[in-house]
């Protein structure tokens, strides 16, 4: 099958340095830009907050690797509360990405004095055109205590980009996006309002020309402030448009932004997710350097016909999202064994996050369950779908690195098998960065244990193991069988069984059955499960009950012979256990025949005309005595 990838870029355009380089200087939570080279121009004051640029590229469908569409383009952005959207140069921030990201910039509330120009005239009426200079910049990075609250999508439909589908279409694509973002924060995300209208611009379509058409979508919500908390502006272009989607990122849980993305049903709802996503400040994940190629993570690629991943731990930790003992932090020193639940679960121990010299690794268990169910590494694990040879993106545990207490891109950690990186560790394998060490002990249907090492030496690996049960009847000859549960794949099986706790001699097969002697005692099996490489481990059942007497296989007997005095008749006793002892009783009309004990009995006179049976009783030590009756015969003649 093929698949649509969308890719995405993060670019700060800057100016040409003049010889008087802008300055940056910090001071408690305010961060100041001065650009000496505007020094005496006239100026204009504008407040707002700064998001940066966030643009999406579409790949071409089918398998392979593919490159990069379109040009990289994207400045960061000055959001009024009056619904200007203003592209600012900031020359000293060439940096880009890194620049903002470390300065903690993106989401900030800004007192700007913009130059006076001809683009600041055009950003502020709507008909932007270029980058504005920034003379002077005061940025407060003051932090507010972030909640969640309910966010708002205000939708603006650009009917004439090309052959747009129709509004409810659209607004039915837009509430996925936006429930799975409900589902994932616990908040109420909603669509406040559509509009559907035509475009004055010449670009349309917004890829390339990001602010202003922006800025003239925002001009049919005049009541709307998007430059408040929890408020979005979505404005979706024909799916001929070059390009996915384009999105600001703001600063925290509680921000709005600004998205534009292309009506394409294949990819719409990852699309949305994922720039939603950096409207709250999330960047991209990416796998070891190659940007957005973590397929685990709604921050990564999103690939045709494929559903949205649950969001990362690291990702819900920077948001406030996880919950109590869903993330253990594992610090410097110390080593775990931990039992994990699948990220797409909804309770359980479900993220670790290993911190190390300032780096945090992030460990998690991706199963293909639950909210992952429907996700593209889903789809590869069923061999329907593949979007490269070189990269591959198994079920099992991932491990994810970024800065300690950071908020920037994340990097996937794969293993390398020959030229392919898999981008889940399987039971049995390591992950190994400095002085981490994440091990895969053990993967069952449910969970995933893994040992984790932090600058200390890992303890020896071994056998996950489950309390083994007896199944059947205890008694004297049926046959009980230990049951072993769940371990490692590929542990080899030792059985000894034992009675009140006391090995039974030479009783090692998976099976016991209880002899005569073994009444009245309580059973039990110890299992020990060896791998090559593992310690090996031995778990010991519960007991059973008291074993008690067994049960004779038996039948009943049928008189065989003719039935007339003097002929002799046989009791015909059929199968029974082996080792069962006999003896019999004829019977004439019910009544005993004396001395007539034997398994043969000849009619003599005295019972002509009466009706004969015999009884069979068997016994055997261990066992309940059975007896069981013949039919009867005819009258004797």
């Known amino acids: 099958m093929g698949a649509l990838l969308v890719a995405a870029v993060l670019v700060a355009v800057p100016r040409s340095v003049s010889a008087q380089e802008p300055t940056i200087s910090s001071s408690g939570d305010e961060v100041v830009y001065t650009d000496p080279a505007l020094e005496g121009e006239p100026t204009a004051t504008v407040e707002g907050v700064l998001r940066e640029v966030v643009v999406e590229r579409a790949e071409s469908d089918g398998h392979g690797e593919g490159g990069h569409v379109g040009a990289e383009v994207g400045e960061p952005v000055l959001v009024t509360d009056d619904g200007s959207v203003v592209p600012v140069d900031l020359a000293a921030l060439a940096g880009g990405e890194e620049a903002l990201e470390e300065l903690d910039l993106a989401g900030a509330p800004v007192v700007a004095e913009l130059v006076e120009s001809a683009s600041l005239e055009s950003a502020l009426d709507g008909t932007v055109t270029q980058a504005v200079d920034v003379a002077t910049a005061v940025f407060d990075r003051s932090e507010t205590t972030a909640t969640t609250g309910a966010h708002r999508a205000y939708v603006a439909i650009v009917a004439n980009s090309g052959s747009v589908d129709a509004t409810s279409t659209i607004e039915s694509r837009i509430a996925a996006g936006l429930t799975w973002w409900s589902q994932e924060t616990g908040a109420t995300f909603s669509r406040a309002g559509t509009v559907r209208y035509s475009s004055a611009r010449a670009d349309r379509c917004g890829f390339g020309d990001v602010s202003g058409l ?7 919500f005049p009541t709307v402030d998007f430059s408040a908390e929890g408020n979005h502006l979505v404005v979706v272009v024909d799916d001929q448009c070059d ?54 993570s709604p921050m990564g690629l999103a690939v045709s016909g494929s559903g949205t991943t649950a969001l990362d731990t690291e990702y819900r930790a920077q948001l406030g999202l996880a919950g109590s003992g869903e993330v253990e ?22 993220g670790l996050e290993v911190r190390s010299g300032g780096t945090s690794h992030w460990v998690e268990w991706r199963p293909a369950t639950g909210r992952d169910a429907s996700s593209y590494y889903a789809r590869e694990a069923t061999g329907s779908v593949w979007v490269s040879g070189t990269r591959k993106y198994p079920t099992g545990v991932t491990v ?32 190994v960065s400095g002085s981490v060490t994440v091990r895969v002990d053990a993967i069952s249907s449910t969970a995933a244990t893994v040992t984790v090492a932090n600058g200390v030496t890992a303890p020896p690996a071994t ?27 590929g542990v080899t099986f030792a059985y000894q069984w034992r009675l009140d706790g006391a090995t039974v001699t030479g009783a090692t097969a998976p099976t016991f059955v209880p002899a005569a002697s073994h009444r009245g005692k309580r059973v039990s099996v110890r299992v020990t499960g060896s791998l090559l490489g593992l310690l090996p481990i031995s778990r010991t059942s519960a007991s059973t009950a008291a074993v008690v007497p067994g049960t004779l296989t038996h039948s009943t007997p049928r008189i065989s012979g003719t039935v007339k005095v003097g002929r002799r008749l046989s009791a015909l006793r ?44 068997g016994r055997k030590s261990g066992y309940t005595t059975v007896t069981r009756t013949s039919a009867r015969t005819t009258a004797v003649k």
Do not use: C
């Not at 998205?259 to 294949?266: D, K």
């Not at 410097?332 to 679960?345: E, K, P, Q």
């Open 329 to 350: 932090v594992v610090p410097s020193g110390t080593a775990v064994t931990r039992t994990l639940a699948a990220r797409g679960s909804t309770s359980g121990l479900r």
């Open 574 to 617: 059929g199968t029974w256990t082996s080792g069962t002892t006999f003896s019999y009783r004829w019977y004439a009309n019910g009544k005993a025949i004396y001395r007539a004990t034997r398994s043969t009995y000849v009619p003599t006179r005295g019972v002509k005309g009466k009706r004969l049976t015999v009884k069979v009783t």
């Open 400 to 431: 994810s690195t970024r800065a300690t207490d950071g908020t920037g891109v994340t990097s996937l950690r794969p293993r390398l098998d020959g030229t392919v990186r898999q981008g889940a560790w399987r039971a049995g394998q390591s992950y």
């Open 463 to 489: 056998v996950v193991s489950a309390t083994p049960l007896v199944s059947g009847v205890a008694k004297v000859g049926s046959r009980l069988t230990g049951r072993t549960g769940t371990w490692t794949p």
């Open 243 to 296: 390009g996915t989607g384009v999105g600001t990122i703001g600063g925290s849980v509680a921000d709005g932004g600004l998205v534009t993305l292309t009506e394409s049903s294949r990819v719409f709802t990852p699309t949305l997710v994922h720039e939603v996503g950096h409207n709250l400040g999330l960047r991209h994940a990416n796998l070891e350097s190659v940007e957005y190629w973590d397929l685990y």
């Open 214 to 220: 922006w800025s003239e979508a925002m001009q049919r």
